[in-house]
Every structure is written in C-alpha cells, then in structure tokens.
C-alpha cells in the first residue's frame, strides 16, 4: 500500500485549499532521494483565485495604517522566532541544508527581514520640492496593488520573506510562488501569517511548477509587480513575459562570483573566509565565490592550506549536528555538479580535492544526493567551467601576477552579482572594489548582510536592487503631486 504523506496545499484568502486540478507532486527529501511530502501541483485557474483574493483584500490593507501594519509584520517576525526550531528543520529536509546552518542563518534572517520592514515603514519621509517662487511638489508613494513574488530553492524562506516582508509591508498586497522543490517553510509561514493576524488575501501562496504558476503569474495581467529570484535563464523568460504588459520588475539571478586573494592579505582570515563562500549551503548560495584568485607569491600556500581546510569540512546527514556539508538540492542539481567537474576535466583541469561522490552517508541516507567540496586547480581563466554558473560545492583557483590582471580576470564573465576582495592595503581595497562590476564587493568578508543597503547584480546578475529602501521604492509607486503657489 503507498503511504500517505502529507499535503502542502495552497494559502488562498486565508485558508488552506486543494489545488483547483488536484493534482500534486512528490517532495523529495535531498538527504534521502524518497518523497517525504506533496506538493500542490497548482495551475492558471489557482492563480485566477489567489489574484482575486489579493484583489479583494488589497482595498482595506492599503489604508490600515502603517503602524497596524507594522505591529502584525512583527508579530510574524516574533512567531517566526518562537518556531525556529521548526522552522529549521523544516528547512534541512526540504532542502538537504545542514540543520545548524538553517537555523544560524536562513530562518534568523527570514524574522529579521520581517522585524526590518515592519519598523523601515514607520520612518520614512515624503519628498518636497519648492519650484522657485510657482509651484510647492510633494511626492505621495502608494502601494502598487498585487505583486507576484517567485524564489529559488536554495535559501527559500530567507529569500521569499526578503520579497513578502516590503511588498506587504507598504501596503501591497501578494501572491508567492515558492520553488516546487522547497515549498516547506512557505507552507508553514501561511500558518504563521493567520496566527499573527495577517487579514485574508493580503499573502497568498501558490505552489506548483514555474513554467505553470510561475509563467501564469508573470502573464497575469493584474499582477503589475514582478519581483523574481532565480537563474538567469529563467529571468530573461520572465523579463520577456512582464516586457509586453509593462510591469515593474525587479530580477536577481544567478552569478559567478570572483573571490579575490592577494599576497598582502591575512592569510588565516582569507582561507577560512573563502572556505565559507566556496562551500556554504553546498556552493547552493548565488553569492558563493566560485572563482577563487590567489596572487602568485601566495598561491601555493594557499591552496595546500585551503584544501586542508576544505577537506576537513564533515560532509553528512543534514540533520546531525555536527554536519557541515548536507545533500545538493536534487538528483537534477546533482547532475548538473557532475558534468562541470567531467567538463572542468575535459578543459585540462586538475582536480586538487574532492571530484566524485561519496560513499553512502548511512542508511538513512544511502540514496541521497551528496557531492564533497571540490578544487579544480590549473583551467584557463575563459573556459567554460570558469564562466558558467555551477551552483554547487565546486571551486577553481587561479594565480594571477597583478592588480590589472585580476581586475580583467574578474570581469570577464557576463555576471555580476558579487565579489569578494582580500587584502590588508586600504587605498588597493577602495581601487580594486570601485573596479570590479559587481552589485556587491565584500572587502576581508563575505556574506555579511545590513538591510539597509542595495544588494542585487549587474551586467546578466539582474535588474533593479533589492533591501532597504530600494525595496520599499520597488514596491510603492511615486506620484508628484504639483500645487501652484
Ligand atoms: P530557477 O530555475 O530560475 O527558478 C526560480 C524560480 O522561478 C522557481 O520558483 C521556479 O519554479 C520559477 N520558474 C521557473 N520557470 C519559470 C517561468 N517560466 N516563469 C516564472 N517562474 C518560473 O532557479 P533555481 O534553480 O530555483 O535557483 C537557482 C538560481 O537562482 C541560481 O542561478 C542562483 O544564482 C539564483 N539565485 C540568485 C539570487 C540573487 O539574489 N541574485 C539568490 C538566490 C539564487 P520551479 O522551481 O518550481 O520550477
């Protein structure tokens, strides 16, 4: 007899519903390769419902004021807390992240992403304009109406609250399509919502497949707001879909992120740093340093200490304590990893650590999707395996000669979403950061996050940023409004 598992339905008009079809997909746990759960296999008509919910609500939510809006985000922020433990859990076996990091990290940042848009509403300021001695402007910023929020896999919470959080927050109301291969935390982020207060409509979530509900909310013609997380592939299809209806849109896709080692810099710092950004969240974070650059003079050192380190990292049960390294999202995912290590190959790369998957985990496990931190050492810096996005536990590391070289190495890549800069030399750091074409440089750090400032990509990383008040920008239209004198 097939067990039964359990449901993960849509959150329409505050309430738990079967998707209109039917019909559902097996949700695979990483860690194991079996499905643990289902997941609503929703389509256009479950759009159609959750835009007319949304729709409904958005009239009253729009004009609650800002400080009753508030004190329900951060409610929600508070609940999220009380269920950390859930909640990271949940997180682990939908995802194969380790537990521990999941807890340190993803569901930590999903409350403070609510805690910072439920206080960021309370203080900001309207513009005003005096023209001469003719006319006094203001400008009103107003909610949009709906906004259609899709997010990846890798870090789904943490990324799908960073789009709730502002949207709703300002007086939006929404419709999230969470990744069909992580819809967990969303799940239990709707049981959160109608505990915390949050009235029907004004958070709808839709699970199912992007080129279904993800394709049906871009084409959706009262969605007028877009705000997209995912690869770069997928973001052209949505920016060609938004591009005839004239929806705002806001893109963050994928990257090949340049982590850049020079000779002056604190070498303990920047291996233990660079071993984090190559392999957190199994190389599964868009912001990972996959393209590691180490100055001549140190390059040896570094590698052999690096791979010490790296090979040190306790590959395991996602749900141990003490793993470091969990399962790769999926048996797609997975495929995907071996392929550029069989290519990096092909392209005369020499795997310097990891390189093949593991012997099986334990019993639980012995089927899951597991792949150890991998070096390829010795590519060219144009091949393919030094341009694609990988997206998983696999690094190169490359001996540059100077600051011109390195410079030209890291930009030549059609992404542009982040870098990493270790050096111990201030004036270098401000030069080498004002050169580098990427929407983020971390300069003796990585991964470090303040709301306040504009995280997003440049150049095929994305469109339009996203945190703090970009995204309350994104998510309000301007109106000037012109009084004559
Ligand atoms: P993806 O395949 O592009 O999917 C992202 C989301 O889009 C998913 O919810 C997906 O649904 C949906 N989707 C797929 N086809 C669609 C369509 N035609 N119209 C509308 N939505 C559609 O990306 P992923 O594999 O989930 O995530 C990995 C990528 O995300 C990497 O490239 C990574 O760099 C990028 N990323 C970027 C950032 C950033 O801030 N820049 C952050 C995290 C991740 P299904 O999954 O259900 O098909």
């Known amino acids: 007899m097939q067990k039964e598992f359990p449901r993960i339905k849509n959150f329409i008009d505050g ?9 559902y997909l097996d949700n695979i746990e990483p860690a ?29 939510w729009s004009k609650m004021p800002a400080a009753e809006r508030s004190k329900i985000l951060l409610r929600i922020a508070d609940l999220i807390e009380r269920d950390l433990e859930k909640l990271s859990r949940a997180e682990s076996i939908d995802t194969g992240k380790p537990l521990s990091l999941a807890r340190s990290l993803d569901i930590p ?29 203001y400008t009103l910023r107003q909610p949009r109406g709906i906004a259609g929020l899709i997010s990846p896999w890798n870090l789904p919470l ?25 819809p967990m935390t969303a799940y239990l982020l709707c049981e959160i919502c109608a505990e915390a207060g949050l009235p029907n409509g004004v958070l709808n979530v839709v699970h199912g ?13 009262k969605i007028g707001t877009i705000s997209f997380t995912g690869g770069t592939v997928t973001g052209r299809k949505v920016a060609e879909a938004c591009a005839p209806l004239f929806k705002k849109v806001s893109l963050e896709l994928g990257g090949k992120n340049p982590n850049i080692i020079f000779a002056d810099a604190d070498l303990d710092a920047a291996i233990a740093g660079s071993v984090r950004s190559s392999f957190a969240n199994q190389g599964q974070v868009c912001l990972c340093g996959s393209r590691v650059f180490v100055e001549r003079s140190v390059y040896k050192t570094f590698v052999d200490r690096f791979i010490d380190k790296a090979s040190e990292l306790k590959l395991g049960d996602p749900l141990d304590e003490k793993t470091e390294q969990g399962a790769i999202v999926s048996k797609a995912q997975l495929d995907k990893v071996k392929f550029y290590v069989d290519l990096a190959k092909k392209e005369g790369g020499v795997t310097a650590l990891g390189g093949k998957a593991p012997d099986p985990i334990n019993e639980r496990c012995c089927d899951g999707y597991f792949f150890p931190p991998t070096v390829i050492t010795d590519l060219p810096v144009s091949c393919r395996t030094n341009r694609e996005e990988i997206f ?40 080498v950061a004002e050169r580098i074409s990427t929407g983020t440089v971390w300069v003796n750090c990585w991964l470090v996050r303040d709301l306040r400032v504009p995280f997003g990509g440049m150049k095929a990383s994305g469109v339009g940023r996203e945190g703090g008040e970009e995204a309350l920008r ?12």
Do not use: M
């Open 109 to 137: 940042r999903a409350s403070s992403n609510f805690r910072f848009f439920a206080t960021a509403i309370l203080h900001t300021e309207n513009e005003a304009h005096v023209t001469d001695g003719v006319a006094f402007n």
């Open 158 to 182: 943490y990324l799908l609250s960073w789009k709730i959080a502002p949207a709703i927050a300002v007086g939006n109301t929404a419709i999230a399509k969470p990744s069909e291969l992580t």
């Open 392 to 431: 998983g536990p696999v690094v190169t590391i490359t001996p540059f000669d100077n600051e011109e070289e390195v410079i030209g190495y890291a930009n030549d890549t059609d992404y542009g979403l982040a870098s990493s800069v270790w050096t111990q030399n201030l004036n270098r750091a401000h030069r």
């Open 474 to 485: 994104f998510f309000t239209e301007p109106k000037n409004v012109c009084i004559a004198k």
């Open 15 to 23: 309430e738990f519903v079967e998707p209109v079809g039917g019909k």
């Open 209 to 221: 497949t992007g080129p279904n509900v993800g394709a049906a909310v871009t084409a959706h013609p």
């Open 32 to 60: 194991t390769g079996k499905p643990y759960s289902k997941v609503a296999d929703s389509g256009k008509e479950d759009v159609d419902l959750a835009v007319a919910a949304a729709e409904a609500a958005f009239a009253d």
